[in-house]
């Protein structure tokens, strides 16, 4: 029988940087804006893992304590659904209490072997895997381990820019590879980035642009804006928190081996 177990991967960063110009200058400096996991989209897709009956294990770069990006806990980032809001952080500081949220696993502390009871891996978005999933070569080791088996990889908004990690991983020839160079995948839109821009006045690092350019077959539209969901191999994306829902469904049912 597969393990009943998943992996929730999440940045350690409390912000994220935003190249802003400098005055009169024609420089620009870099500032840090407040950031970490999208509480929908951890929130929603947990909550379906853990009826389904899976238990999670929480893991991040170094194992610091996440936070909440503050946008995620505002009440319009739940269109004033209060109720909702209050079950979702319900659900993390149960995950305090139980789960060991506030002390997530190192990566380095996973072991190979370790990889090999989990049945599926889940990052949310939130800007924070801008600072520190894309360029964690522990983190890539561990994506290729569930890349190579074929299991169940659920990924939403920013979290699809932590598969770039997965060229840090040397092959037999030397050289990294992007394990998802030709899958479709969906993820935050330039074109959503752009409208973050003019509001937070400066420049993003762009998910959408940046997986392309690694070999990404990148689907991107009004259907996805929408909380379309996009599903290729063993992996399920989605773009924003309008597809956490969706998501969360479409990766338990990949896990029990009905999609």
């Known amino acids: 029988m597969a393990p009943k177990k998943v ?6 960063a409390h912000s994220f940087p935003i190249e802003k110009p400098a005055g009169n200058s024609t420089e620009s400096q870099e500032v840090q804006q407040p950031s970490g996991f999208f509480l929908m989209e951890l929130a929603k897709p947990l909550t379906q893992l853990l009826e389904s009956g899976y238990e999670v294990t929480f893991a991040s770069p170094k194992g610091q304590k996440p936070v909440p990006d503050p946008n995620s806990e505002s009440l319009l980032a739940f269109a004033g659904n209060f109720y909702e809001r209050r079950r979702e952080n319900a659900l993390i500081e149960r995950m305090k209490r139980e789960n060991g949220f506030d002390s997530p696993r190192p990566f380095r502390t996973i072991s190979d072997e370790e990889l090999n009871s989990f049945a599926g891996v889940f990052i949310p978005g939130g800007h924070a895997p801008l600072q520190d999933l894309g360029d964690d070569p ?3 080791r561990i994506l290729n381990h569930f890349h190579k088996q ?4 659920a990924a939403i908004c920013h979290g699809p820019y932590a598969f770039l990690s997965t060229k840090l991983v ?3 020839n030397g050289e990294g590879e992007f394990a998802y160079k030709g899958y479709k995948l969906t993820s935050w839109s330039d074109a959503e980035e752009n409208v973050m821009e003019t509001i937070l006045g400066g420049e993003i690092k762009k998910v959408e642009a940046t997986l392309r350019d690694s070999g990404a077959n990148m689907v991107e539209g009004a259907r996805e804006k929408l909380g379309y969901i996009t599903v290729d191999r063993e992996v399920v994306t989605g773009g924003n928190p309008l597809a956490a829902d969706d998501l969360g469904k479409q990766f338990v049912k990949m896990l029990a081996g009905e999609a």
């Open 138 to 140: 522990e983190l890539g």
């Open 7 to 12: 992996l929730i991967i999440l940045s350690d």
């Open 170 to 172: 040397a092959t037999p």
């Open 150 to 153: 074929k299991k169940p990889t």
